[in-house]
């Protein structure tokens, strides 16, 4: 397993996704004589998933089942242990596009925090492409290196326990693209700068407050970058339900040729399967800055 490449059987040191109902998954990291408690009973590792396949259905002591997925940038960014605040998938989506991110393409990002984006650049810009992470916090950095290596993504990224806003991402001319989620984002626009190509590329900084966004923008401006465009992007998200909708009663409806005496058949209600509007919607998470740095 490896969070760029997709293996048919859960092998030791896999991350497995533990998918026991709608909205309740967990991550286990599967080892030999190893064994997870579920609500469902006990998952044993050497029997239940080393040798088995990624999707296979597994019966706990208790009898209940569980799904065990093979992990994705998606499934981790809803299972990490967070050590920080994290980027969720519908603006990952959108920084990811909007960057212009693909196989090859060489990313600087700052800060780190938990991972959770640098699994999705990672994914996009393999194999042959590269992530420069900036992580001042040094357990943070630390861990978030040791992750990697467990995800074997190791060789795709270099992680780098330094200020952003005052050594920058540590390389220069090099970056398709940079992000920045960091509190004072205008702090580092010149270092995103030199470490992007001469051709150019993209930013993207994420920022909770409006005022942030204001500081940035104008750092950006007076950078010369282009294109400077702040959006905010909203999920809605819709059950599916089958609802019963009563008919209205006009009374007897008979052709005008049929006897008094035939029933006629009465339908009250109607089955239909339709979508309910959202009975609670995320709120803000924040702005996105995009702005693109010109050929010089
Ligand atoms: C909100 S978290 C980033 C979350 C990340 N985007 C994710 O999806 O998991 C912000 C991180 O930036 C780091 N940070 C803040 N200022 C920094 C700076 N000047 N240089 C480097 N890292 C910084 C913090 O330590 C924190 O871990």
Sequence with gaps: ?????????????DVAIIFLGHDSMMPVKVQQGSQTQTRYGVIRHSKDLIGQRFGTKVTCGKGGWVYVLHPTPELWTLNLPHRTQILYTTDI?????????????????????????????LRTIAPTGHLHTVEFHQQRAEKAEEEFREHRVGHLVTVRNQDVCKEG???????????????????????????????????????????QV???????????????????????????????????????DRPLETPTDTPVPSNTSVLCKTTTPPREMAGHTGYLTFATKPRV
């Design 1 to 13: 397993m490896s969070f760029v490449e997709y293996s048919e059987f859960i092998q030791e040191g």
């Design 93 to 121: 989506a959108n920084i990811t596009m909007m960057l212009e991110l693909k196989p090859a393409s060489v990313v600087c990002e700052s800060g780190t925090g938990s991972g959770s984006l640098s699994h999705a650049i």
């Design 169 to 211: 991402f540590g390389v220069t001319g090099v970056a398709d693209a940079v992000f920045l989620d960091i509190p004072s984002p205008w702090e580092a626009v010149q270092h995103a700068k030199n470490a992007m190509k001469r051709q150019g590329g993209r930013l993207c900084s994420f920022s909770p407050c409006i005022e």
């Design 214 to 252: 204001q500081k940035t923008c104008a750092a950006l401006a007076d950078e010369g970058f282009e294109e400077i465009s702040t959006l905010e992007v909203l999920l809605k998200v819709h059950d599916v339900r089958t609802i019963t909708l009563p008919l209205p009663d006009f009374g007897p």
